[in-house]
Nanobody
């Protein structure tokens, strides 16, 4: 089994900073792209950005320049550094990962999701 567990959420003041972490565990052959999503109250889940296994990042315009995604492949962990968050960034944040599991027929790839972590930005 594979599991993604997020941590680091909580209450942060607008203009402050907060770092979220997401760690994959289980029977993992390889991890491909990883990403972070934001789901604000009453809204659909939106992609914040992604990072490839080699560290290339891509961000949605709403978060470009404010949030930074990084990863530590040795720890199977992806991070979301939230700088200068705004009250409208109050949301549940989810991580996702493309994970390959070893099978007798070669790696089997699947997208996995974390359970989400709540971030509340106070004004």
């Amino acid at each position: 089994q594979v599991q993604l567990v997020e941590s680091g959420g909580g209450l942060v003041q607008a203009g402050g900073s907060l770092r979220l972490s997401c760690t994959a565990s289980g029977t993992i052959f390889r991890i491909g792209a990883m990403g972070w999503y934001q789901q604000a109250p009453g809204k659909q889940r939106e992609l914040v950005g992604t990072i490839t296994s080699t560290g290339s990042t891509n961000y949605a315009d709403s978060w470009k320049g404010r949030f930074t995604i990084s990863r530590d492949n040795a720890k199977n962990t992806v991070y979301l550094q939230m700088n200068s968050p705004k009250p409208e960034d109050t949301a549940v944040y989810y991580c996702s990962a493309e994970i390959g599991r070893a099978t007798g027929y070669g790696p089997e790839w699947k997208t996995y999701w974390g359970q989400g972590t709540q971030v509340t930005v106070s004004s």
